[in-house]
Antibody, heavy 122, light 110 residues
Framework: QVQLQESGPGLVKPSETLSLTCTVS?????????WGWIRQPPGKGLEWIGNIYHSGNTYYNPSLKSRVTISVDTSKNHFSLKLSSVTAADTAVYYCARVDTPLVSICYMDVWGKGTTVTVSS | QSVLTQPPSVSAAPGQKVTISCSGI????????VSWYQQLPGTAPKLLIY???KRPSGIPDRFSGSKSGTSATLGITGLQTGDEADYYCGTWDSSLSTLVFGGGTKLTVL
């Protein structure tokens, strides 16, 4: 059974960099699929951040692209998110997920982590 | 303001049927496949429907999806109190080059 678990600081200061890791168990990242990050501000809807393939190929939300880096470490079977220059608007629950995108026109998340709350505050 | 438009809320009685709409344009729903997610209170989203109308293993056939033109619909029959949740549609937007979601619909089972 595939499971994903987010980890990282729950509190980040404004202007600093948010760093999270998603550890995958029950499935080897090298075996395929994309892996993604999605966030949900308090009381609001879902926002896609970006996806990464085990080869390192990435797709980012254009609205966040200048501040986002997603990387993968296949030896540790995890992938990571870095979001720089954070503000209060980046306060959200951050989810990692396995992404199935067999075609350009198909993209959905079939396995989700439980999410981790990140608050941006001094 | 979400790229995909969903009604903020819907409600129905136990045992009844409800539909949730998701409206978009040609660059998203019109030319790409739609997925639906269920988010129970305090939990992570869960995939309900993918490729417009397919159900992952373990999702009961009370849940169904359809798409016509630039709109998609999630249907739930035999409503149960355990179905009370927020429901989100999602799809790729070819013009924005981003995965987009609807604003979510809160289902209340009266």
């Amino acid at each position: 059974q595939v499971q994903l678990q987010e980890s990282g600081p729950g509190l980040v200061k404004p202007s600093e960099t948010l760093s999270l890791t998603c550890t995958v168990s029950g499935y080897s990242i090298r075996s395929g699929y994309y892996w993604g990050w999605i966030r949900q501000p308090p009381g609001k809807g879902l926002e896609w951040i970006g996806n990464i393939y085990h080869s390192g190929n990435t797709y980012y939300n254009p609205s966040l692209k200048s501040r986002v880096t997603i990387s993968v470490d296949t030896s540790k079977n995890h992938f990571s998110l870095k979001l720089s220059s954070v503000t209060a608007a980046d306060t959200a629950v951050y989810y990692c997920a396995r992404v199935d995108t067999p075609l350009v026109s198909i993209c959905y998340m079939d396995v989700w982590g439980k999410g981790t709350t990140v608050t941006v505050s001094s | 303001q979400s790229v995909l438009t969903q009604p903020p809320s819907v409600s129905a009685a136990p045992g009844q049927k409800v539909t949730i709409s998701c409206s978009g344009i040609s660059s998203n729903i019109g030319n790409n496949f739609v997925s639906w997610y269920q988010q129970l209170p305090g939990t992570a989203p869960k995939l309900l429907i993918y490729d417009n109308n397919k159900r992952p293993s373990g999702i009961p056939d009370r849940f169904s999806g359809s798409k016509s033109g630039t709109s998609a619909t999630l249907g739930i029959t035999g409503l149960q109190t355990g179905d009370e949740a927020d429901y989100y549609c999602g799809t790729w937007d070819s013009s924005l080059s981003t995965l987009v979601f609807g604003g979510g619909t809160k289902l209340t089972v009266l």
